[in-house]
T-cell receptor, first 112, second 114 residues
Framework: GQQLNQSPQSMFIQEGEDVSMNCTSSSIFNTWLWYKQEPGEGPVLLIALYKAGELTSNGRLTAQFGITRKDSFLNISASIPSDVGIYFCAGHTSGGYQKVTFGIGTKLQVIP | DTEVTQTPKHLVMGMTNKKSLKCEQHMGHRAMYWYKQKAKKPPELMFVYSYEKLSINESVPSRFSPECPNSSLLNLHLHALQPEDSALYLC?????????????FGQGTRLTVV
């Protein structure tokens, strides 16, 4: 199926460092979502973005909905060990139901 | 309450068995989804129910049979599966509309077919 271009695919960082990951698409989306998934668990919603240009924060996480509606980024500031996991971007168009398209995921590992 | 509950958490079944996965949400969402996720891959959409009617079947083999008994429940009936069907099966729900339409996922059922 269709996938978003998400990068990087994996990251090793030192605790305390900031992290940035991004997603691009050839299609326009009305909504961008960022999820975190830990082993054996379902994806957990971190941030939802609904407007082009929107910048939203959730604690140490900040995400932006690109002005072209074809991209989004997620920043994590001052990383901690519990930030370890796989981060997925996802996009969809609004309507009666949402056919969500997922990025390939960014695997984040934090070195204490 | 933003919880989607899936049971069982783990399931091991033989290729001749019949089993069912269950999903429940009480957020009043009218769209529910089944996804399949293989290791190190993103979730892949299988089925979408909107207002209790099947809206999308992503060419899923007939050995997977979804059912939506009411607006809170979603089942996935399994029969004659193959070992390659082993995966994490995720249920999700969302609210139709223009805003606040984000999908919430359950913790998944880890299925192993032997």
């Amino acid at each position: 199926g269709q996938q978003l271009n998400q990068s990087p695919q994996s990251m090793f960082i030192q605790e305390g460092e900031d992290v940035s990951m991004n997603c691009t698409s050839s299609s326009i989306f009305n909504t961008w979502l960022w999820y975190k998934q830990e082993p054996g668990e379902g994806p957990v919603l971190l941030i939802a973005l609904y407007k082009a240009g929107e910048l939203t924060s959730n604690g140490r996480l900040t995400a932006q909905f690109g002005i072209t509606r074809k991209d989004s980024f997620l920043n994590i500031s001052a990383s901690i060990p519990s930030d370890v996991g796989i981060y997925f971007c996802a996009g969809h168009t609004s309507g009666g139901y949402q056919k969500v398209t997922f990025g390939i995921g960014t695997k984040l590992q934090v070195i204490p | 309450d933003t919880e989607v509950t899936q049971t069982p958490k783990h399931l091991v079944m033989g290729m001749t068995n019949k089993k069912s996965l269950k999903c429940e949400q009480h957020m009043g969402h009218r769209a529910m989804y089944w996804y399949k996720q293989k290791a190190k891959k993103p979730p892949e959409l299988m089925f979408v129910y909107s207002y209790e009617k099947l809206s999308i079947n992503e060419s899923v083999p007939s050995r997977f049979s979804p059912e939506c008994p009411n607006s809170s429940l979603l089942n996935l009936h399994l029969h004659a599966l193959q070992p390659e069907d082993s995966a994490l099966y995720l249920c999700a729900s969302s609210q139709p509309g223009l805003l606040n339409t984000e999908a919430f996922f359950g913790q998944g059922t880890r299925l192993t077919v032997v």
